[in-house]
Structures are given as C-alpha cells and as structure tokens.
Antibody, heavy 121, light 112 residues
Framework: QVTLKESGPGILQPSQTLSLTCTFS??????????VGWIRQPSGKGLEWLAN???????YYNPSLKNRLTISKDTSNNQAFLKITNVDTADTATYYC?????????????WGQGVMVTVSS | DVVLTQTPPTLSATIGQSVSISCRSS???????????LNWLLQRPGQSPQLLIY???NLESGVPNRFSGSGSETDFTLKISGVEAEDLGVYYC?????????FGSGTKLEIK
C-alpha cells in the first residue's frame, strides 16, 4: 500500500526559506523508475508542478521557479524534501507530494493529503 | 509552455447523465516515442487529486469503467457514462509530453 504524507512549517514570513518533507511508504526511491514530485495549489486555484526527483538522483525543476527550488531525497528513510528560498505571499498554497513513475516526463499515480503553507508578515 | 484549455469550466449533471469534458492543447502531445502523455485527474472536495486515466485512454487501477478517455494530438475528451454522486469535484487534464509538465485549469462537475 503506497502512502505519502507532507509536513511543513505551516506559516512563515516573506524572504524566509520554506522546507517541506514528504515521508512515504509502500515503495522505494532506490527502485528503477520511481520518483517523488512536489506540486502546489493556491486556495481555490489550479495545480502547478514544482519539481521531481528520480531513483537515480536525477532532478527536474519547473523553469519558472528553478532558481528558488532544491529537491533532495533520503532513500534510507523513505523521505523526499523540497526547499523554496525567498518566499513571498504568492507562495501561499497547499503543497502536495506525489509518487511519480518514469512514464513520459512522469506519471503521478499516488498523492499525499497535502500540507497548507501560509506566507505572511 | 504547453497550454491546456479545458471546457466547460463548470458542468452540472443529474445522476445517471453522461457528460464530456474537453481538453485542447496548444501543441501536439504525440511524443517522439509514439505515445501521447495526456492524463486526467479528479480532485474531490477537500481531497488531493487522484489519477483517473493515463496516456489518453488507459484507466488507472481501481477507477470505474464509466470513465473513459479519447483523443489524439491536440484534442482530448474525458467521458463519464452515467454520473454518480461520488464523481463530483474538479477534473484536470495534465500533459507529460513536453517540459515543463502542465495542467489544464480544471472543470468543476456539480451534481444537480
């Protein structure tokens, strides 16, 4: 059974760095073809893919945010991480992590429940 | 970036009615490997998105067969044959052929 769960700070101030953790079970990030991605959704709005990390440590970033994003993984502890630097109010959103399969660019087949992040002074 | 345009933005249906959602791409989603990476997701109220259909017409495991997908190149359709109450929510198309990966703006299905 594949599960993913996001955790984060809840609220942070503009210019700070947002650190998110995705803790998962039911698969391994050392298995060929496996990946974990991050997606965000401002309240009442659509979905935006941010970044993805693969079993071989290859990484994919959304070019619109690439300079601010860092994705990483801890295979031994079944975790993936995302850092977003220099946040502002536009980064307020629900952040999801999803298992991604190596299919096309990627195929997100399981999603976490999401974690709300608010950027406010 | 590939722009995916979904219509209609909102859809109201009665139980048992069949409905269709359109997703049009700003460029062909046919990949050089011969596959077309257009997927459909459903986000029920208060929940995270779930994968319904991948590569145009392949039903994800556990998804009821009243859902079906069709299309090619730039025009795609999700059909629900006999809407049920649990189908309400926002439907998104998503392309994974061209980087960066992009989503449509969503179609909200309401139950009358």
């Amino acid at each position: 059974q594949v599960t993913l769960k996001e955790s984060g700070p809840g609220i942070l101030q503009p210019s700070q760095t947002l650190s998110l953790t995705c803790t998962f079970s039911g698969f391994s990030l050392s298995t060929y073809g496996m990946g974990v991605g991050w997606i965000r959704q401002p309240s009442g709005k659509g979905l935006e893919w941010l970044a993805n990390i693969w079993w071989d440590d290859d990484k994919y970033y959304n070019p619109s945010l690439k300079n601010r994003l860092t994705i990483s993984k801890d295979t031994s502890n079944n975790q993936a991480f995302l850092k977003i630097t220099n946040v502002d109010t536009a980064d307020t959103a629900t952040y999801y992590c999803a298992r991604s399969l190596y299919y096309g660019l990627l195929l997100p087949d399981y999603w976490g429940q999401g974690v709300m992040v608010t950027v406010s002074s | 970036d590939v722009v995916l345009t979904q219509t209609p933005p909102t859809l109201s249906a009665t139980i048992g009615q069949s409905v269709s959602i359109s997703c049009r791409s700003s460029q062909s989603l046919l990949d050089s490997d011969g596959d077309t990476y257009l997927n459909w997701l459903l986000q029920r109220p208060g929940q995270s998105p779930q994968l319904l259909i991948y590569s145009v017409s392949n039903l994800e495991s556990g998804v009821p067969n009243r859902f079906s997908g069709s299309g090619s190149e730039t025009d795609f359709t999700l059909k629900i044959s006999g809407v049920e109450a649990e189908d309400l929510g926002v439907y998104y198309c998503m392309q994974a052929t061209h980087a960066p990966l992009t989503f449509g703006s969503g179609t909200k299905l309401e139950i009358k």
